[in-house]
């Protein structure tokens, strides 16, 4: 699926260009979403409404998704009343909330906006030893298993269209020391399954770096696919997705032709270069195992995760399969691959 780029028209005449709209669209949608949990919180306090579950998530990431995936920030400019009603079809709205973020349109004084304030600050986790922290792009925040919702939305915030006009394709080195498949091989000793860095980073920016690399792999993918599903555990925590595991060996389900094509995303903060080295974990070693017959088990690797300027993506054969025979050597028994993604194409 191309990315779309032309100009829009209407009856009275041609429109700004598409890719300019999208973005003036997006930068709308990202000042105004970020004002309206504490506003939809102290609603359905004051009025005893459930909170929809999609504003427990990154609803930053959701409301981009759906903008992004339904084209209609395409098509002509988005009022402040259409974007609600966009916000609303991604994440939920409360029953009978009033589509409007003007706390005196919703009836809440300042004394139910502090009382939100309040508990949400009561509900933060303290530390004694204040946690690392990652920078994706200008912003620094706090890396930490409560702070994976912020860090996704953050992290949609910087997918610009650069990035999703990468075709992916990519034509790798010829490397020695190939994986094969073997009937008696059982997955080695679990190792944590993180990408390889060259700086020191502690787990939790480590798993900060997985998720802002998925973050860009979804939207990359959904981009390039009409229909694309996350599926690794991340999207059970950040979406509440309950079907959603690490366990399947894969990060994302997307159709192709008539197949369904497995996505397991590799994320490095450093650039890429010559060589660049990943783990496998054991489901993800199994999973690529068994579909080592065919092109549906892929790669996405994300390079200079962190960076959005610097972003790129390679979709990569699965190091199994026929294709991606001789092209990936294997540094410690199943788990950890080298490959070189600058090859001449």
């Not at 427990?56 to 009343?81: I, K, M, N």
Request: aromatic fraction near 6%.
């Amino acid at each position: 699926m191309e990315p779309r780029t032309e100009p829009t028209t209407t009856s009275s005449g041609p429109l700004e260009p598409v890719d300019r709209l999208r973005a003036r669209n997006t930068a709308a949608l990202d000042a105004l979403v970020p004002a309206l949990p504490p506003l939809v919180t102290a609603w359905c306090r004051r009025h005893g409404v459930q909170v929809p579950a999609g504003w427990h998530g990154a609803v930053l990431l959701e409301c981009r998704s759906f903008l992004d995936g339904t084209g209609l920030g395409d098509l002509l400019p988005l009022s402040e009343g259409r974007l609600l009603d966009a916000v609303g079809r991604a994440v939920g709205w409360p029953a009978g909330m009033p589509h409007a973020a003007d706390p005196a349109a919703l009836g809440l004084t300042e004394k139910d906006l502090a009382q939100t304030a309040t508990r949400a600050r009561d509900a933060g986790v303290s530390t004694i030893v204040a946690p690392r922290t990652i920078t994706i792009g200008d912003a620094e925040v706090r890396a930490g298993s409560d702070q994976l919702s912020t860090i996704a939305d953050i992290a949609s915030k910087t997918i610009d269209e650069a990035f999703l006009a990468q075709s992916g394709r990519v034509r790798l080195d010829t490397v020695a020391g190939v994986p094969r498949p073997r009937s008696g091989d059982g997955p080695s000793a679990k190792p944590r399954i993180v990408v390889a860095q060259t700086k020191r980073t502690n787990e939790d920016q480590r798993s900060a770096i997985d998720l802002v690399g998925e973050v860009a792999a979804r939207a990359w993918l959904q981009r390039h696919y009409a229909d694309v599903r996350w599926t690794s555990g991340y999207a059970a925590v950040v979406n509440g997705d309950e079907e959603a595991s690490d366990s399947l060996g894969h990060d994302f389900e997307v159709t192709w032709r008539d197949t369904t094509r497995l996505y397991e995303v590799k994320a490095l903060s450093d650039p890429c270069a010559g060589r660049v080295e990943f783990e496998l974990g054991p489901s993800e070693v199994d999973a690529a195992r068994r579909h080592a017959r065919g092109n549906r088990y892929r790669i996405l690797l994300i390079t200079s995760a962190l960076v959005p300027e610097e972003r790129r993506v390679f979709d990569l054969p699965n190091p199994f399969s026929a294709q991606g025979r001789d092209r990936f050597r294997m540094v410690s028994r199943g788990v950890r691959y080298q490959c070189s993604p600058l090859g001449k194409g």
